[in-house]
C-alpha cells in the first residue's frame, strides 16, 4: 500500500541510535529544548473527539487518565513536577487533530502528546516528529508509527491488530488442528482493514482458509453472504459497533458459527454484547485489560487499589473499559516519567521518549501474564492476550484458558 | 353607511415609501375605482388593504380597524382581494382551486352550489375542473382568480387590474359579472382598473392616484368631462 | 453622514483599489510573521475560500445546487496524493493535472445538468459526493483504500530555490495557497464581470428566458460545473500538501459539501469575496465555540451561531460588510457604463 | 460553436404551416398556418387560450409541434436549438414577464445581446483587454436602447420591485438589444393606461423604422393592434379562424362572436 | 431461494425505513415547499427522548407516544420561530438554518445523553425466534412491523393530502402562500402543522429504525438514513409520498441486492451503486418518477 512508510531511502538516511540516547534528536527543530529538564508542571496534551459519537469513549479515557494524575500528583508528583492534562477537541477529524496539535505544542507549550484515533495520528506524526514532542500511547492501531526509526518521536498504545490475529490464529490452530474454513467480515475504515490484513497474514502457510470476506458496510448482507459459506469459524474484523450489529445479523440469519471471534475494540459487554441476547453467547475476544466489573478479579489487588483510587477522585464511570484504558495509559505515562527522572537525560521530552523506547512494565490493570514491553527495536507493547467468552446467560465474559502469549516472534 | 374608510395611508417596501397618505371611502353597495400610472402605488394600496404589507393611518372596515390584522383574518371579516398576475395555485386543480377559496366556510352545500354557480358564470373552468391551474392560459387563470375570490363570500371585493390579460369580449362578460354581483349580491367593489371605459362603466365614483397620493375624487361623470383624464385614461 | 460617491474608472476608484491591495498585502505579510500553527489556520483559510470560490461559480452564481463538492476537493487531494506518494512527483507539479481532472469530473457530472434541473440535479451531485469516499475505499491499491494515504513531510519539501526546509514547508504553503486565492480571485472576478457571469446569472434567475436570449443553457452549465470542480479541486490539491493525511472518511465526505456550503452563504453567494469571509467563518467558528465550552456544548452553540448568522445577516457576513462600507463610501457606475455584478 | 447567422439585408418571412400540438386531451393548436412577411406588423389576437402564447412557444422552439413546421426563411425552426432560434434574428418578450430578476437593468438589456457575441470562457477568465473594450461596446448599445425606451433612469437598478409596466419595456429592451428581424410580442400592453399604450403603438411603429424589423404582436387591446397591425389573424380553439386586414378581421363574424363581444 | 428472499426483505426493510424518512420530507415539502435538511436529527433527538424514558420504566409504546408528540412540538415550534421569519428570503437561509439545527440537535442530544451507544427496545417482538418461515427464509415480526407501518403511513399520508380539507390548505400554502392567505388560510398555522406533521412521521421514523439498525441508537445513527430518504424523496418526485416510497424501497432493494449479487462493485460500493441507478432513471424521467410535471407556463 502506498502509505507505507518503509522507504528504503528514509531509513538508510535515519542516524542510528547514538551511544547516549536511543532517540535522535538532530531531526528536531530545536534539539536543545528537547532536552531541557521540565519544571513546574508536565503537560500532556490530547487532541481526541471530545463531540460527536465518539465523545463518550473519549471522554472517558481522558477522564481515566486525569483520575491517575491525580493520583500521582497526591503522592508528590514526578519528583515534584505536577501533571496536567490539556485536550482539544478535533471531532475525530484528521485536519482539525493536525491544527489541534500544533496549537498544543505552540501555544499550550505541551511537554507529551496523545491521540485516538489512526487519522489522526496520521495527520499528526510529522509535525510531532520534528518538533520532538513525544506522543505517547497513541490510541492506534497503524503499523507505521510502531516504527522506531521513521517515528522516533511516538509509539501506540493500542495492540497491533497483527499480533492480535496471530493470537487469534494461535487459538484456532490448537482449536482445529486439522485445519478449518472461515468467513471474514471486514469493516470499511482503516481499523478493519488492519485487523483483516492481519488475519490474513497470520493464517499464511497454516491450513486455515478464508472461503468468504464480505465487508460489514450493510452487516444484513454480510451475515446471508458469509452463512452461505458454510464457514465453521466467523472472524469480524470490525470496529466497536460492527460487533453488536453483525452478531445481531448474524442471529437474525439463524446462523450460529461454531467459532464467532470478535475484535478486542469490542470488548465492552454492557454496549456491544448484551443487547444482542443469545446471538452472541459463546463469542469470543482477545483481552490484556481485567475488567473491574469481572467477578473474577474480585479480589484481584490491582483492582481493588484501582477502584479506590477512582472513588477517591470521584470518576464516575470506573467499571467503564474506556476509563480502564485511560487510566492504564496514565499508568504508563506516570512510570515513564518517573524513569525518564531517573535517568541521565532527566526529566525533559528527551528523557521520557528514552524511557517510553526502553519500557519494560506491569500495570497492576493488564491481566497477570501480559507486560508492557518496548525496546529501542521493537514497539509492540502488548504481545500477549486472554482469550474470553461472552456468556449470554450470565452477562459477563468468562475466560477460555490461559495467557497466549507470542512475544517470542518479536524478539 | 360607510363600509371602508381608509384615511392617510402610508406603506412601503423597506426603506422606500411608495403611499404618502392615501384617502378613501366606500359606502356599503358602492362600486369605487382607482385609476392612476404605471407605479402609482395603486398594487400597494391594495396589498396594504388585503393585509399584505403593513401600513401607517387609519383604515376602517364596518367601524373597527383593519390595521395589524392578517390576511386571513381580513377574509374573514368579508373584504378579498383578486391580486395583479396571477393569484391561482398552479399545482392544484381547477376545482382545488376553488375549494381553498372557500377556506373559511363550513357550509358543505353552500360551497357546492357555489361552485356550481361560479362555473356557470365562467365556463371555461367548469370544463377544466380537474385541470391544474398551472397549464390553463393567462386569461383563464384570471377568471379562476375572481372565482377563486367570490368563494368567500365577502363583503367587499378588491380587484387588481381584473382585465389584465383577458380578450375584450371576456373582459366585457367579466364586467357584466361584477356589475350584477355589485348590484344583486350587494358586494361592494373596490377596483383598480387601466380599461378605464369600462371601469367607468361600472363604478359611481372614481379615485385617481399618482406618486401615492390621491390626487382628485369624483364621480364617474365628472371624470369622463376632465380633458386630461380622457387624454390619459380613455384614449379620446 | 453622507457616503462618499466614487466612479468606477476614475482615479478615486483606482486609488481605493490599490488601498485595498495594499491592505491584503498587509494582511498577508503580518499573517506569515505569525506562530506557526496560525500560519496553519490562516493556509486552511485560503484553502477553504478557494473551495468555496469554486462552489460559489456553480450554486451562487449560476444556481446549481451542488451537493457534491466534496467529490472535486477529494479528487484534486488524492491526485495530488497519489502522485506524491506512488510516482514521486513534486508537490507543486501535480497541481495541473489535479486541476484537470476535476475539470473533467465537473463536467461530467454536469452532463445530467442538460436533462436534470433544481433540486433533482442537487441528487445527481449527492451521488457523487456518496460515492466519492466508497471509490475510495475500493481501489484501495491506488488509494490506500480505507486505509488512507499518508504524504510525509518530506516529500512535501519546498523546492529547493526557496532555500526553505522542510520544517518551513508550513510557510511555502502559505505563500502558494495565498497566490492560489489571489489567481482564483482574479479569474472568478473577470468570468463573472463578462457577458458570460451575465449569462451564468441569467441561468440562474430564469432558463427559459436565458434560452430565449440565445445562452447555451448545456454550454454555461456544463462548462461552469467543470470550471467549478477545477478550482474546487485545486483547493483540495493544496489541501492534501496541508494535512497530510488522507483519509475517505475524514475530509472527503458529504459533511465537508455541508462545510462548504455553510461557508458559501454565510460569506454570501453569489458575490466575490463571500467565499473569503465565508472560509475564515467555517474555520474559526468552530474553533472559537470550542473555546467557548467543551464538547457538545459547543456543537449546540455552533448551531446556534449559524442561526443567529442567517437571523443577523440576511445578505451574508460580506453582504453586511458591503453595507456598513456603503455608508462610507458609495461606488457608482462610470456614466453610459454599466454597473458590474 | 456553430453560429447561425442572418445578414442585415436579408429579411425572412415567418412561415407557419398546419402546426398541431396537444396536451393531454387539450389541442393547444390545431393546424394553424399563416405568414409573417419581412418587416410587416401582423397581430394575432383570439379569446383566452387560443393557443398564442403557445404558438409563440412553438417558434422559439420552447415546445416541439406535434406535426406542422414553422420556418424562418429558409430555416426549418424543427431544426433549430431554443438558444440558437435568437441567432437566426427572432426575439420575445413574454406575457408574463420572464426577467433576471437580480440583473439590473442595464444587464437584462446586455444579457439579450448574448447572442450576437462569441462567447469564449477562457478569454472571459482572462479578461482579456479585447474582451473588456467589446463588453464596454455591448453596453454602451445596450444604455442607447434603455435611452430609446426611456429607461435611463432605472438602468442601474435590480429588475426585482420595478413596476409592472416598467418591467414590461425592460423585456422589449432585452428583446431589442438581440437586433432582432422579427420581435414577438406577448401582450405588450399589459397594465399599461391608455396613454401609455398610445406611447407603445408609436414606439414599436418606430422601431420598426429604424431597425428594420418585423413583429407579431399578441394583444387583447384592439386599439393597439388595430391601429398598428398590417395584417391581423385571429385564432380559436388552436385555429385559425380569420386572416386580414385590420378591417376585414374587426368586421368577420366568427371573430365578433367568439372575440371581441357585441359590444365591440 | 431463501438467500435471494432473505436479501430481498433485508432490501426491503431498509428500504421501508428510508421511505418513513422520506415521507416526513414529503410533509414538509407538500406543506411549505421547503426541504428540512435537520429532520433527521430532530428524529434523533426524540428517539434519544423514547430511549430515555424506557430507561426510567416506561413501556417502548409510551417513549414512541411521547417521541411523537415532542417531534410535532420541535417542528411545530422551528417553523415558527426559526423558518418563518425567514422563509421568504430565500431558500438558502432556510437550507442553513436546518444545517444550523441539524448540528445543535445532534450536539444536544449528546449533551443530554451521551454519546455512549444506546441499545433501542422494539415496538415489535424482536427475539431471534420472532419470524415465520417463508419458503426458507425468515422475516422477522420487527421487520414486518416496520412494512405495515409504512403502508399505514403512506395511506394516512395520501388521504391528509388528497382527501382533507388541512391537506387541501397545505398545499395551497406550499404553492402559492400569499393567495392561500388571500382565501383566508390561516398559513401560519398551517405551517406549523405540516412541520409538526412532519416531526412526528419522523419520530415514529426514529423509534423504528433504530432497534433493526446496525448502529442502533447512536449520534450517527439518523445521518445515512437521511441521506438516502432525500434520494428518495427527490426520486419520488418530492411531492409525491407514493413516489417517496417507492423511491426508499428502490434504495433499499437495489443497496441489498447490488451488495448480495454484483460483487464486483456490490461488496463495496453499494450506496453509490444504487445512487447511480436512480440516478440513471432520473435521466430518463427528468422530474422523478411519480412528481408532478414541472408547470411553466409563460
Ligand atoms: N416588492 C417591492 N419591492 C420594492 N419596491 C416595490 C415592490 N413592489 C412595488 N414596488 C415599488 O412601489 C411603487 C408602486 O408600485 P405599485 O405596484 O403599487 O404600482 P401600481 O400603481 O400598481 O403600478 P402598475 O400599474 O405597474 O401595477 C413602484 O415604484 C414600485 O417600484
Ligand atoms: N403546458 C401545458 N399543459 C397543458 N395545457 C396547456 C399547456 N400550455 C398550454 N396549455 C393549454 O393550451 C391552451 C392554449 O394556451 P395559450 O397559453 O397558448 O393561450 P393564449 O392564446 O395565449 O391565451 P391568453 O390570451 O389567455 O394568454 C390553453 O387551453 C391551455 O390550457
Ligand atoms: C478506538 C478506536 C476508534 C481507534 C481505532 N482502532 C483506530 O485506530 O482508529
Ligand atoms: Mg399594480
Ligand atoms: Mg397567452
Not at chain 3, 441569467?202 to 470542480?229: H, Q
Request: glycine fraction near 12%; include cysteine.
Amino acid at each position: 500500500a502506498p502509505a507505507s512508510p518503509a522507504d528504503p531511502a528514509a531509513t538508510a538516511a535515519a542516524p542510528a541510535s547514538s551511544a547516549a540516547s536511543v532517540t535522535p534528536t538532530d531531526g528536531c527543530a530545536d534539539p536543545a529544548a528537547a532536552a531541557q529538564p521540565i519544571t513546574g508542571t508536565l503537560k500532556v496534551g490530547w487532541s481526541a473527539a471530545l463531540s460527536g459519537p465518539l465523545a463518550q469513549a473519549v471522554g472517558a479515557v481522558i477522564d481515566g487518565m486525569k483520575s491517575r494524575f491525580a493520583v500521582a500528583n497526591a503522592a508528590g508528583g514526578i519528583g515534584g513536577v505536577k501533571l496536567e492534562v490539556v485536550a482539544r477537541d478535533d471531532a475525530f477529524n484528521p485536519e482539525k487533530a493536525k491544527a489541534n496539535v500544533g496549537e498544543l505544542i505552540q501555544a499550550d507549550g505541551v511537554h507529551v502528546l496523545s491521540t485516538f484515533g489512526s487519522g489522526q495520528l496520521n495527520a499528526i506524526a510529522d509535525d510531532q516528529n520534528e518538533a520532538c514532542v513525544p506522543l505517547l500511547f497513541g490510541q492506534a492501531s497503524v503499523p507505521a508509527y510502531r516504527d522506531a526509526v521513521n517515528f522516533p518521536w511516538t509509539t501506540e498504545y493500542l495492540p497491533s491488530a497483527e499480533v492480535e490475529m496471530a493470537v487469534v490464529v494461535a487459538q484456532l490452530k490448537q482449536k482445529y488442528p486439522d485445519g478449518v474454513d472461515v468467513a471474514l467480515a471486514a469493516n470499511q475504515t482503516e481499523s478493519g482493514q488492519g485487523y483483516a490484513n492481519g488475519f490474513k497474514k497470520a493464517i499464511e502457510g497454516s491450513n486455515i482458509k478464508i472461503v468468504k470476506e464480505a465487508p460489514l458496510t450493510d452487516p444484513n448482507a454480510a451475515a446471508t453472504t458469509l452463512k452461505a459459506s458454510g464457514a465453521k469459524v466467523l472472524v469480524d474484523a470490525g470496529v466497536t459497533t460492527d460487533c453488536l450489529a453483525l452478531s445481531m445479523a448474524v442471529g437474525r440469519a439463524g446462523w450460529k458459527p461454531e467459532t464467532f471471534i470478535q475484535p478486542a475494540n469490542c470488548v465492552d459487554g454492557k454496549t456491544l454484547y448484551e443487547p444482542a441476547g443469545d446471538a452472541a453467547d459463546g463469542q469470543q475476544i482477545m483481552v490484556w485489560l481485567k475488567d473491574p466489573g469481572n467477578p473474577i478479579y474480585a479480589d484481584d489487588p490491582g483492582v481493588k487499589q484501582y477502584l479506590a483510587d477512582l472513588e477517591a477522585q470521584g470518576n464516575k464511570l470506573p467499571l467503564n473499559n474506556y476509563t480502564v484504558n485511560g487510566w492504564v495509559v496514565g499508568d504508563l505515562m506516570v512510570d515513564a516519567f518517573t524513569k525518564a527522572a531517573a535517568s541521565p537525560d532527566g526529566l525533559s521530552r528527551l528523557g521520557i521518549m528514552n524511557a517510553a523506547r526502553t519500557q519494560s512494565y506491569h500495570p497492576p490493570m493488564f491481566i497477570d501474564g501480559i507486560d508492557w514491553k518496548v525496546t529501542p527495536t521493537q514497539a509492540l507493547g502488548i504481545m500477549a492476550f486472554r482469550p474470553f467468552a461472552w456468556s449470554a446467560e450470565k452477562k459477563t465474559f468468562e475466560a477460555q484458558g490461559d495467557v497466549i502469549d507470542i512475544s517470542q516472534n518479536y524478539q | 353607511m360607510t363600509l371602508l374608510s381608509v384615511q392617510n395611508l402610508t406603506a412601503g417596501y423597506g426603506q422606500a415609501r411608495v403611499l404618502h397618505g392615501v384617502d378613501l371611502t366606500i359606502e356599503e353597495g358602492e362600486a369605487v375605482v382607482v385609476l392612476g400610472a404605471n407605479g402609482a402605488g395603486k398594487t400597494t394600496t391594495m396589498r396594504a388593504l388585503a393585509g399584505l404589507i403593513g401600513f401607517g393611518g387609519r383604515v376602517e372596515f364596518e367601524g373597527s380597524p383593519l390595521a395589524g390584522l392578517r390576511p386571513d383574518a381580513v377574509v374573514a371579516r368579508g373584504v378579498s382581494l383578486v391580486p395583479q398576475g396571477r393569484g391561482t395555485f398552479p399545482h392544484l386543480t381547477v376545482l382545488e382551486n376553488l375549494h381553498v377559496g372557500a377556506a373559511l366556510r363550513r357550509d358543505k352545500r353552500g360551497i357546492k352550489e357555489d361552485i356550481e354557480r361560479w362555473c356557470g358564470v365562467f365556463p371555461v373552468l367548469a370544463e377544466r375542473t380537474g385541470q391544474a391551474a398551472g397549464t390553463l392560459s393567462g386569461g383563464e387563470q384570471q377568471m379562476l382568480a375572481v372565482a377563486r375570490a367570490l368563494m368567500s363570500r365577502p363583503r367587499l371585493l378588491l380587484c387588481d387590474e381584473p382585465s389584465l390579460g383577458l380578450a375584450p369580449k371576456i373582459v366585457a362578460e367579466l364586467f357584466g359579472i361584477l356589475a350584477t354581483i355589485n348590484r344583486e349580491q350587494g358586494v361592494s367593489l373596490l377596483l383598480v382598473e387601466q380599461n378605464a371605459e369600462l371601469a367607468l362603466a361600472l363604478a359611481g365614483r372614481v379615485y385617481l392616484l399618482e406618486v401615492g397620493r390621491v390626487i382628485a375624487s369624483g364621480t364617474a361623470a365628472e371624470f369622463r368631462e376632465d380633458e386630461t383624464v380622457r387624454r390619459a385614461y380613455l384614449g379620446y | 453622514m453622507t457616503p462618499i460617491h466614487v466612479r468606477t474608472g476614475s482615479a478615486a476608484h483606482r486609488g481605493l483599489q490599490i488601498a485595498g491591495l495594499a491592505a491584503a498585502a498587509g494582511a498577508l505579510l503580518l499573517g506569515a510573521t505569525m506562530e506557526a500553527f496560525r500560519v496553519g489556520q490562516l493556509t486552511n483559510v485560503m484553502i477553504f475560500a478557494i473551495a468555496i470560490s469554486g462552489l460559489n461559480l456553480a450554486t451562487g452564481y449560476t444556481g446549481l445546487l451542488s451537493i457534491g463538492h466534496s467529490a472535486f476537493f477529494g479528487l484534486g487531494a488524492y491526485t495530488t496524493g497519489v502522485m506524491v506518494v506512488t510516482y514521486g512527483a513534486a508537490p507543486m507539479t501535480t497541481i495541473p493535472l489535479a486541476v484537470l481532472l476535476c475539470a473533467v469530473l465537473g463536467f461530467v457530472v454536469g452532463l445530467p445538468a442538460l436533462r436534470i434541473r433544481g433540486l433533482y440535479l442537487a441528487l445527481v451531485t449527492l451521488a457523487v459526493g456518496v460515492a466519492f469516499p466508497e471509490v475510495v475505499r475500493r481501489f484501495e491499491d491506488l488509494t490506500g483504500g480505507a486505509a488512507g494515504l499518508v504524504i510525509r513531510s518530506r516529500q512535501l519539501a519546498p523546492p529547493e530555490w526557496t532555500g526553505l526546509t522542510v520544517p518551513q514547508r508550513g510557510i511555502w504553503l502559505y505563500w502558494v495557497s495565498a497566490a492560489a486565492l489571489l489567481i482564483t480571485l482574479v479569474l472568478v472576478r473577470n468570468l463573472t464581470r463578462s457577458r458570460l457571469g451575465i449569462a451564468m446569472i441569467a441561468t440562474r434567475d430564469n432558463e427559459i428566458a436565458a434560452a430565449a436570449s440565445g445562452v447555451r443553457l448545456a454550454t454555461v452549465k456544463t462548462t461552469v460545473f467543470g470550471l467549478s470542480g477545477a478550482v474546487t479541486g485545486l483547493a483540495g490539491s493544496l489541501f492534501a500538501m496541508y494535512v497530510g493525511a488522507l483519509s475517505p472518511d475524514g475530509s472527503f465526505t458529504l459533511l465537508k459539501s455541508i462545510e462548504l456550503i455553510t461557508g458559501l452563504f454565510l460569506g454570501g453567494a453569489a458575490t466575490l469575496f463571500g467565499p473569503v469571509v465565508g472560509a475564515f467563518a467555517v474555520v474559526y467558528l468552530p474553533y472559537f465555540t470550542a473555546d467557548l465550552a467543551s464538547g457538545h456544548v459547543s456543537g449546540v452553540i455552533f448551531g446556534a451561531v449559524l442561526i443567529a448568522i442567517v437571523f443577523l445577516m440576511p445578505e451574508g457576513i460580506a453582504g453586511v460588510a458591503g453595507r456598513f462600507l456603503g455608508r462610507f463610501i458609495r461606488i457608482a457606475p462610470h456614466e453610459n457604463q454599466g454597473e458590474r455584478p | 460553436m456553430q453560429m447561425v447567422r442572418t445578414t442585415g439585408t436579408d429579411r425572412p418571412a415567418l412561415t407557419v404551416t398546419d402546426v398541431t400540438l396537444r396536451f393531454g386531451g387539450v389541442a393547444a393548436l390545431d393546424g394553424v398556418g399563416f405568414t409573417v412577411a419581412p418587416g410587416e406588423i401582423c397581430g394575432l389576437i383570439g379569446p383566452n387560450g387560443a393557443g398564442k402564447t403557445t404558438l409563440f412557444n412553438c417558434v422559439t422552439r420552447i415546445y416541439r409541434p406535434d406535426s406542422g413546421g414553422v420556418s424562418f426563411g429558409d430555416t426549418d425552426l424543427a431544426r433549430v436549438r431554443p438558444h440558437d432560434v435568437v441567432r437566426l434574428g427572432i426575439a420575445r418578450t413574454f406575457q408574463n414577464l420572464a426577467l433576471f430578476p437580480s440583473l439590473t437593468v442595464l444587464q437584462n438589456t446586455v444579457a439579450g445581446a448574448h447572442a450576437r457575441h462569441q462567447a469564449g470562457f477562457a478569454a472571459a477568465l482572462l479578461g482579456w483587454p479585447g474582451t473588456r473594450s467589446r463588453q464596454r461596446r455591448i453596453e454602451g448599445e445596450a444604455m442607447d436602447i434603455l435611452a430609446e425606451l426611456d429607461l435611463t433612469d432605472v438602468a442601474h437598478r435590480p429588475a426585482h420591485g420595478l413596476p409592472y409596466g416598467t418591467l414590461k419595456r425592460v423585456e422589449l429592451a432585452r428583446a431589442l438589444a438581440a437586433r432582432p428581424r422579427l420581435l414577438l410580442l406577448d401582450e405588450p400592453a399589459g397594465g399599461l393606461t391608455h396613454a401609455e399604450v398610445r406611447d407603445l403603438g408609436d414606439l414599436i411603429l418606430r422601431l420598426r423604422r429604424d431597425h428594420d424589423l418585423g413583429a407579431l404582436l399578441v394583444e387583447h387591446h384592439m386599439g393597439l393592434v388595430m391601429s398598428i397591425s398590417d395584417h391581423v389573424v385571429a385564432m380559436e380553439f388552436g385555429r385559425k379562424i380569420a386572416d386580414g386586414t385590420p378591417d376585414e378581421v374587426r368586421a368577420e363574424r366568427r371573430v365578433i362572436e367568439a372575440y371581441l363581444g357585441k359590444a365591440s | 431461494m431463501d438467500i435471494f428472499l432473505e436479501r430481498l426483505f433485508d432490501g426491503v426493510t431498509n428500504g421501508a425505513v428510508y421511505a418513513i424518512m422520506a415521507l416526513a420530507l414529503v410533509v414538509v415539502f407538500r406543506s411549505t415547499g421547503t426541504i428540512n435538511f435537520a429532520q433527521g436529527e430532530m428524529a434523533l433527538f426524540t428517539t434519544y427522548l423514547a430511549w430515555w424514558l424506557t430507561t426510567v420504566g416506561l413501556p417502548i409504546w409510551a417513549g414512541a407516544l411521547a417521541a411523537g408528540a415532542t417531534g410535532f412540538l420541535l417542528g411545530a415550534v422551528v417553523e415558527r420561530t426559526l423558518i418563518r421569519p425567514i422563509r421568504r428570503r430565500n431558500d438558502m437561509a432556510s437550507l442553513i438554518v436546518a444545517l444550523g439545527l441539524f448540528t445543535a440537535f445532534n450536539a444536544l442530544a449528546g449533551l443530554l445523553w451521551n454519546s455512549e451507544t444506546k441499545p433501542m427496545p422494539s415496538l415489535f417482538p424482536a427475539g431471534l425466534e420472532d419470524f415465520f418461515p417463508v419458503a426458507g427464509a425468515r422475516l422477522y415480526w420487527d421487520a414486518l412491523g416496520v412494512w405495515l407501518v409504512v403502508l399505514a403511513l403512506i395511506a394516512g399520508v395520501f388521504f391528509l393530502f388528497n382527501r382533507t380539507r388541512l391537506g387541501l390548505q397545505m398545499r395551497a400554502v406550499a404553492d402559492n402562500a400569499e393567495s392561500a392567505a388571500l382565501s383566508g388560510v390561516p398559513t401560519g398555522r398551517i405551517l406549523m402543522l405540516g412541520w409538526g406533521l412532519a416531526g412526528i412521521v419522523g419520530s415514529l421514523a426514529g423509534v423504528l429504525v433504530t432497534p433493526l439498525s446496525a448502529t442502533q441508537l447512536s449520534l450517527t445513527t439518523m445521518f445515512p438514513i437521511l441521506i438516502y430518504a432525500s434520494a428518495a424523496a427527490l426520486f419520488g418526485g418530492l411531492d409525491s409520498p407514493v413516489g417517496a416510497v417507492v423511491g426508499g424501497l428502490a434504495i433499499g432493494v437495489l443497496e441489498a441486492l447490488i451488495t448480495g449479487y454484483v460483487e464486483f462493485i456490490g461488496g463495496t460500493l453499494p450506496q453509490t451503486a444504487a445512487l447511480v441507478v436512480i440516478v440513471l432513471i432520473l435521466l430518463f424521467r427528468p422530474t422523478g418518477l411519480f412528481g408532478t410535471r414541472q408547470l411553466e407556463r409563460l
